[in-house]
């Protein structure tokens, strides 16, 4: 199979996915006891029966299942998201772009972190392979990947609380003026416009969130390029490398490590996974305003089309990196397109 | 792989005791099991003696017998809540909830994902495609994205979010029992249980899952604290249980504002939830690298 017949694959099933989540949802909104306006708009739908009557003929709840289906489909498709009772009736949407430009800087810096700490420890574990040190990695790995990340972030507050004291609820220091949107990104935003004082302010919010993450989610990174380097050390071309007499930390770094990242990527896709839905608990824990905060604010006020929208962001984020890391994986290592 | 049954006795309690030899071997994989061994034995004990109602906590998890954050000290094990509720009782009092709920997920899972993917895997042909296809749809579906649809729609509950757990939680058991079985779906035994007029569904229960369940126990093993780990994420955004019933995850929560003035109080139940996991994937690594010895 070449490249090209493979992608396609790849992104018919990325659809057939999103399709099926799309189709879950409203399989499991069709669920709910009761009137379905009143379940959407939560309890004050009665004092607001323009946007019921709005949202009724929107998603043609008065017609038969399958038109709803569709009606469902295009709404969501086109943006349509519903209004949210737990942010005073504003559109969805708008609550969504507000909001998702703090949740993807948490995972942007949490990302380069893991990937940081995670092959660095890795690396290190595999060169002093069966050491105290290799020990010591292991065990902090393992402590931090079997402990959640809330639970990680807890611990960051108590021994970090004395140097970073930060006000919950904010992305930067609210008294400074924020960017014009450029990228979307705030952070990034002010360092084209050279606002630096925000950018500063910016980066010392993130820190914490982002390290919460990181700590979280390296070890799964630590473990796999730790086993997969010890594997290529194994292999003849290795050996070939030291027969003609390199020393043995050219051997590690010039030959057995650009082999071992490929095997990296493949679980790229899932360290995306894992920050992303990681940043629900951090923003509740640390209140950064993104997106991971505004689903827990719509869990504790029942605020139906919230829930369902972010959890389509959060879809649509982990398919397509899914999606971007099968693309990647191809391309760097052609046995797999046969597959 | 054994081909008449005879055979299979006798080397099977051989496998049994090599395998527990050389799992007793490796240190960490010890200490696993030791944890393991405790939380189960916590969970039993807190079971019995509610159903016996017979008391065994030092103090009620729910009532007040403080005046309220205390430290930890002898007579309050792990200090006291906000409240003036023990810790120490509330999180022991958690144990069975959320070892219960490790072993129902990746035990259905388990069960379906071995039928779903045994069965795909000696079919084959166009049913094995389809029925993978259908397993990979799930597999991507996001947990806690599913999980917080769940909890909107049907509510919040810990039965609720069992459901949402097992759902995405089979197909990784069937990718695995379709892969094994496809091993074993051509070896001798098979063939020759097949000519002599057996289906698909006697070659599976008699030939194909007796064989597979091993590596997939193994697996199983590994994954008890995966539940444990997800499932504590749910509790701790309010999802599975209800205030006052303790849970862990739904402690560090609660806990949380307090960490300036009373650390223990989040710093306990998280650690909790660390050494399960921790246990689990100690004693699995063990399990795996025993299996992989023998």
């Known amino acids: 199979m070449n490249l090209l017949r493979f992608v396609l694959r790849r992104m018919v099933f990325a659809v057939l996915v999103l399709a099926s989540v799309l189709t879950i949802t409203f399989v499991l909104s069709h669920l709910i006891p009761g009137d379905v306006i009143q379940a959407w708009l939560g309890k004050e739908a009665a004092t607001q029966p323009k946007l019921a009557a709005l949202t009724a003929a929107k998603y043609h709840l008065n017609d038969s299942i399958p038109v709803q289906y569709y009606y469902y489909l295009v709404n969501m498709l086109q943006g349509n998201l519903g209004y949210s009772p737990s942010r005073g009736f504003q559109p969805v949407t708008s609550v969504i772009a507000q909001t998702l430009p703090y949740t993807l800087q948490i995972v942007f810096f949490a990302f380069i972190m893991t990937i940081a700490i995670g092959v660095v420890l890795g690396v290190v574990a595999a060169r002093y392979n069966g050491t105290v040190l290799d020990k010591g990695i292991r065990i902090f790995y393992l402590g931090a990947y079997s402990s959640p990340p809330y639970f990680i972030g807890v611990v960051l507050l108590i021994v970090l609380s004395f140097v970073l004291n930060i006000p919950s609820g904010y992305a930067a220091n609210p008294n400074l003026t924020p960017p014009t949107a450029i990228t979307g990104l705030p952070i990034f935003d002010s360092l084209i416009e050279g606002n630096f004082a925000y950018f500063e302010s910016g980066l010392v919010y993130v820190f914490l969130p982002a390290l919460t993450l990181a700590v979280a989610t390296f070890g799964l990174l630590t473990r796999v390029a730790r086993s997969s380097l010890l594997e290529v050390m194994q292999t003849d071309y290795i050996r070939t490398a030291r027969a003609k007499g390199l020393d043995e930390g050219s051997v590690f770094y010039r030959h057995a490590l650009p082999n071992a990242a490929v095997s990296l990527i493949t679980i790229s896709s899932l360290l995306v996974t894992f920050l992303v839905t990681g940043t629900i608990f951090v923003e509740d824990l640390f209140g950064y305003p993104g997106m991971g905060l505004y689903v827990v604010k719509a869990l504790a006020g029942t605020d139906y089309p919230g829930i369902m929208a972010t959890t389509l962001v959060f879809a649509i984020i982990i398919i397509t990196t899914n999606l971007a890391a099968d693309i990647l994986y191809a391309i760097a290592d052609p046995q797999i397109r046969l597959g | ?294």
């Not at chain 2, 099991?33 to 016996?52: G, M």
């Not at chain 2, 006052?244 to 300036?260: A, K, N, Q, R």
């Open chain 2, 1 to 294: 792989m054994e081909s008449d049954k005879t055979a299979t006795k006798p080397r099977k309690s051989g496998r049994v005791t090599g395998a527990l030899r050389a799992l007793t071997r490796n240190k960490e994989s010890i200490f696993g099991l030791a944890i393991v061994v405790s939380f189960l034995l916590i969970a039993a004990v807190v079971e019995l003696s509610t159903l016996l109602n017979v008391t065994i906590l030092p103090y009620s998890p729910t009532a007040e017998v403080a005046p309220g954050a205390l430290p930890p000290s002898l007579k309050y094990l792990f200090g006291t809540d906000n409240l003036g509720r023990d810790l120490f009782s509330r999180i022991v009092s958690a144990t069975p909830y959320d070892i219960a709920i490790g072993y129902i997920v990746v035990g259905s899972a388990f069960v379906i994902g071995a039928l779903l993917g045994g069965y795909a895997g000696i079919r084959g042909g166009i049913l094995d495609e389809i029925l993978m296809r259908f397993t990979d749809v799930f597999f991507a579906l996001p947990v806690l994205v599913l999980a917080l649809v769940i909890a909107a729609v049907l509510g919040t509950g810990v039965t609720n979010m069992a459901i949402a757990l097992m759902i995405v939680w089979w197909p990784a058991y069937a990718r695995l029992a379709r892969g094994e079985a496809l091993k074993v779906a051509h070896q001798n035994y098979i063939e020759a249980a097949r000519l002599s007029g057996n289906g698909h569904r006697k070659i599976l229960f008699r030939h194909v899952l007796p064989n597979i369940s091993g590596t997939m126990l193994v697996y199983a093993t590994l994954d008890i604290g995966t539940v444990i780990l997800v499932y504590s994420g749910l509790t701790y955004l309010g999802l599975a249980v209800h205030p006052p019933t303790p849970d862990w995850g739904e402690m560090v929560s609660d806990y949380h504002s307090y960490i300036l003035s009373a650390p223990w109080l989040a710093l306990f139940p998280g650690l909790v939830i660390s050494l399960g996991v921790i246990g689990f994937s100690l004693l699995g690594d063990g399990v795996k690298d025993a299996q992989e010895t023998r």
